[in-house]
Each structure stands twice: as structure tokens, then as C-alpha cells.
């Protein structure tokens, strides 16, 4: 073929050319529409959490056992949701609000955590909840339990805010069941609480107290202690001059056992019944109380129990070669299986990469119905609590059969479904 043939047919084919290659049209990049924004994570770019929990300082261990019902579920699932292996970055809370603010912070400054698990205390969380909701992301705790980070009586509470979930129940529960078992079984008519100022405590309280006065009860004294004080004498002489037949005190580690130990040193606690609640169901507490907690009475969540949580404990002790200390690391285990499956839910493909909307991965949290975890049926209510509330009160009888023995020594149960 001559060179001008060659020419003429390269000017017919070149159109043809440039007009099929214009049919080649790119693909249209992804567009978020959810109104909270979306994360987006390009091929093999890791999921980002936030984990907040108090990890030093007196509760130090609730904290290391919600890490490890975290690290439980998340082993389960080898390392990975949706084939991404998870990235965490964990900021010690140290239970308080403002550990919670300054923690907080360290985690919404990255756009790409898709969702925070914490806290271990009520205190932190309030701080903690607001400024996640207000990020737009999702917040779960296997250990809060103040009833104003969710509701009071069915109503929002002030502490509430959209996107927090818990899977440890509502104490508001909690004070009912003290209160009821110490009115209609220990028959008594007077009663004193204690607390430290605090969310949770001051929940308790006033739960103990609104539930006692309705059953036709009388609260002679509702007062407090500082966090950090170790000389309770002036406040129990309060209480026996108060004439109280039953001293409510939902306290921490160290101040709930300084109460019980100067109680002790005080003749006329001889015919004062005490009791506390879950937070010092505790092996440590236990140990150190010995002989002083004997007779004493808690309020907790009931324990649950089963194939699955035998399972759970075994994978415990297997992985940190010692026991629990406390149950609620189960229900950390719940809060990052209910997490992770509604990651699973949310989250789309789009040319490789993973987006997940926010507002997306909160209506999944919400839609969360009769899910069977290690405690049980968890079904998320719209403020937040998937936990059914179910509560023991126990007593210690068997100081040497310890934390097991406390567990198991069962005086009343109490959920709001059952008719007392």
C-alpha cells in the first residue's frame, strides 16, 4: 500500500476511533447522601474504633475487663469486620468526666473512626456520649449503667443523647430491687442512702429512694461522700441518728469499703442492715472485705448463665491465663458483637471501597431486635438500652466461697415485667 493510500485510510479510521472511545465514559464517583456524612475507606485501609475506658486509678480493673470482652468478640471474628482488619485506639478515661472530655476528643479528631466502645464509668460517659452524638458517630458500653445516660420512667433522661447504646442494664432497675426486697422482705419501714456525687451513684439513690417512699417507706437521710474520702465516721453517726433500719451505699472501691469497715467498729450498725450494689461484686473487694462482708446484701444484674458463657469463659481464661474478676466483661463481649454486626449491616461496596454512613450505622443500632447474646436477648430501645433488666439482690453467707459463692446466694429477683 502506497503511503497516501496508508494516509487515507488512517484519516477514515481515526474518527471512528475517538468516537468509540468517547462511548467509554468514566463511572460515576460515589456521592454521600447520608446526612450525617459517611466514612470511606479505600481498598485495604483498615476500620478505624475508638475504645475510651478507665484503665487507671481505683476501677482500673472494670476497665481492663471491658477491653477484653472487646478483644473476645473481636478474635471471634479472626481480627476483621467485612474482610478489614479493625485499627483501635485506646485512651484511658481514668472515671471521670473529665478524663471522658479529654479521651473523647483524641478519637473525634480523626473522621475516619467510624465508632466509639466505652465507657467504663457513667461519669465519663456523659461527657463522652455528647460529644460523640454531636460527631455524628455511634457510641456502646458493656458497663454504664446510670439511668440518666438513657431514660427515667420511660422518658429521656438528662444525660440522654442520640447514637449511645449500652448492654449493661438500666439501674434504674436496680434501686427498685433494693428498695422492694428491703420494704416487703426485710420489713424495713427507715432507710439511709450514700452517694459520691457522681451520675451513677446519685441514680441509684434516687432510685433506691423513689421506689422505698412509694411502697410507704421513709428516707431519714440521703446524703454524700467525696470521691477519695477515707473517714466515714461522721456520716455513719448520721445514719444511726437518723435511726435508719437499712444503709443503702452503691459506692466504689476505696469508699465503699471504708464504709462497710468503720460500720463494723460501730456498735449500733449491730442492727442496721447493709447493702451495696454491683460495683462492689467484686473478687477484689470480697477479698479484702473478708470477715467484715459477711451478712451484707448487693444489687446487681442477674448473673447469666449457660453453655455460651462457660464457652466465653474458658476463651477467657485460655487468653489472659487468669479468671475474670467481674461479669461485666460479658457484656462488653455483647456491646462489640451488636457493634460489629451493625458495621456489617451499614457499610456498601462502591469500586472497591467500603463506605459506611453514619446515620445508616445508627438506624442499624436501633433496628437491633431479639439478637441472642451471651446475656441474653438484646433488643435496643430508642434511648439506647439493649439489655433486659434483670436484677439480684444477693447475700454473702459463705465469706470462703467468695465472688462464686456471692453469685450464687440469690435472695430476690427483680425485673419490671414481674408483678411484685
Not at 449500652?166 to 436496680?174: F, H, L, S, Y
Request: net charge negative; aromatic share 8%.
Amino acid at each position: 500500500m502506497s503511503l497516501n493510500s496508508w494516509l487515507r485510510c488512517l484519516v477514515m479510521v481515526l474518527p471512528l476511533v475517538f468516537m468509540f472511545s468517547g462511548c467509554e465514559k468514566e463511572k460515576p464517583r460515589f456521592q454521600c447522601r447520608d446526612d450525617l456524612g459517611c466514612v470511606v475507606l479505600a481498598p485495604g485501609e483498615p476500620l478505624k474504633i475508638g475504645v475510651l475506658q478507665a484503665l487507671s486509678g481505683k476501677v482500673a480493673n472494670l476497665g481492663r475487663e471491658q477491653v477484653r470482652g472487646f478483644e473476645l468478640a473481636l478474635k471471634d471474628r479472626d481480627g476483621e469486620i467485612l474482610g478489614r482488619k479493625v485499627a483501635i485506639q485506646t485512651e484511658d478515661t481514668e472515671c471521670s468526666p473529665e478524663g471522658g472530655a479529654n479521651a473523647v476528643l483524641k478519637i473525634i479528631a480523626d473522621p475516619q473512626h467510624i465508632a466509639v466502645f466505652g465507657t467504663t464509668c457513667s461519669g465519663a460517659a456523659a461527657v463522652a456520649s455528647k460529644a460523640v452524638s454531636a460527631a455524628g458517630l455511634v457510641m456502646i458500653s458493656g458497663n454504664n449503667s446510670a439511668p440518666f445516660l438513657t431514660s427515667v420512667g420511660g422518658k429521656p433522661a438528662p444525660d440522654y443523647h442520640e447514637g449511645y447504646f449500652r448492654t449493661a442494664p438500666n439501674e434504674e432497675n436496680a434501686g427498685k430491687a433494693a428498695a422492694t426486697y428491703a420494704y416487703n422482705y426485710l420489713k424495713v419501714k427507715k432507710a439511709a442512702v450514700i452517694n459520691d456525687g457522681d451520675i451513677y451513684t446519685r441514680g441509684l439513690t434516687q432510685g433506691f429512694c423513689a421506689a422505698f417512699e412509694a411502697l410507704g417507706g421513709e428516707i431519714v437521710l440521703d446524703t454524700s461522700v467525696n470521691k477519695g474520702d477515707n473517714e466515714m465516721a461522721p456520716v455513719l453517726t448520721a445514719v444511726l441518728n437518723a435511726d435508719a433500719g437499712l444503709l443503702f451505699f452503691p459506692l466504689f472501691q476505696p469508699e465503699g469499703y471504708h464504709i462497710l469497715f468503720q460500720a463494723r467498729k460501730m456498735t449500733g450498725f449491730k442492727d442496721v442492715v447493709l447493702m451495696s450494689d454491683g460495683a462492689l461484686i467484686d473478687r477484689s473487694f470480697l477479698e479484702a472485705a473478708g470477715e467484715q462482708a459477711r451478712g451484707m446484701y448487693f444489687v446487681g444484674p442477674a448473673s447469666p448463665s449457660g453453655p455460651r458463657v462457660a464457652q466465653l469463659e474458658e476463651k477467657y481464661i485460655a487468653a489472659y491465663e487468669a479468671p475474670p474478676s467481674v461479669l461485666y466483661y460479658l457484656s462488653a463481649y455483647d456491646a462489640a458483637g451488636l457493634l460489629f454486626s451493625a458495621i456489617e449491616t451499614a457499610a456498601i461496596e462502591d469500586n472497591g471501597n467500603l463506605v459506611i454512613g453514619r446515620r445508616a450505622l445508627r438506624r442499624a443500632m436501633y433496628a437491633m431486635e431479639n439478637v441472642q447474646g451471651v446475656t441474653g436477648l438484646l433488643n435496643c430501645d430508642g434511648f439506647g438500652d439493649c439489655a433486659r433488666p434483670v436484677f439480684n439482690v444477693l447475700q454473702l453467707e459463705d465469706v470462703d466461697a467468695g465472688l462464686d459463692g456471692l453469685k450464687s446466694n440469690v435472695k430476690f429477683s427483680f425485673s419490671p415485667e414481674k408483678k411484685e
